[in-house]
């Protein structure tokens, strides 16, 4: 399995801690956040990981881990950090005259891809249930969700329910995705994406050919965003849901965290500190 860690952005609203570094380098009880991933992933044997960098990325200096640079982060967003990522491991790193790896071809061996938020941190048993559906042969991009996200915003007083990124659940297949879902049918739940995402193999292409289509041929507003190069990764995600890609939820449970405000930072730091 690969591991991408989209950490490029600069966090303006947790001013002045990001004044010098990127919010993934924000101290959690002594350690930072992208260092609380990376040693989660290490407990379960995943050593194969990529660090999508932007904002201060000389400062992102984790020892053993793959770089990718989102030279255009300032204009950009999750999206474009995902497919500079996507884009590099496609290309194989053995690659070599009579190279096992890839026998030859130049890309990399067909893996689950599990990408992360860098401003996230979560228990190790979140990863868990992640890994439970890490079946490469089967073509469903699974996503990290939780249904009774609401009482998780009543000390958040600085991040307001409507920036939440929601998703439309019917049969336990997503239907839509996008920040402030408010309406749902009887038969229908909404929840909080969290920042975690599975990628088959298969999938993986599918959304690198999607994007690279859409990077030649469209024009204007793209689903929520303004742009295709300024959207977010559910934007993405709804289209590959529209072309008719199969999305399904993990139902998390566990501690879990984004930490976009010194809020936020706090609250994490209380929960955190009664388990560690």
Known sequence: MKVIILAAGMGSRLRPLTNDKPKCMIKLLGQTLIER??????????NDITIVTGYKNKVVDIPDVNYVN?????TTNMNESLFCALAETEKCKECASGCRECNGTGLSPAKPILVTYGDIAFEPRILSQMLEF??????VIRLAARI???????????HPLSEA??????NRRILEIRKNISKSLENQQTGEFLGI??????????LLEKYLELKQNHVGAFHSSSSLSNAYLTDML???????????????????????????LKNAEKEFEERD
């Open 70 to 74: 989102n030279p255009n982060y300032e």
């Open 37 to 46: 991933q990376i040693k989660i992933f290490h407990s379960y044997g995943i």
């Open 165 to 170: 990124e929601n998703v439309l659940i019917e």
């Open 148 to 158: 009774n996200w609401k009482e998780y915003y009543q000390n958040r007083t600085m």
């Open 197 to 206: 995402m599975l990628l088959p193999p298969d999938q993986r292409n599918i």
């Open 134 to 139: 890490c079946e490469p042969r089967q073509s």
């Open 238 to 264: 709804q289209e590959m849901i529209d072309c008719g890609a199969t999305v399904k939820p993990v139902f998390i449970e566990g501690k879990w965290f984004e930490i976009d405000t010194p809020e936020d």
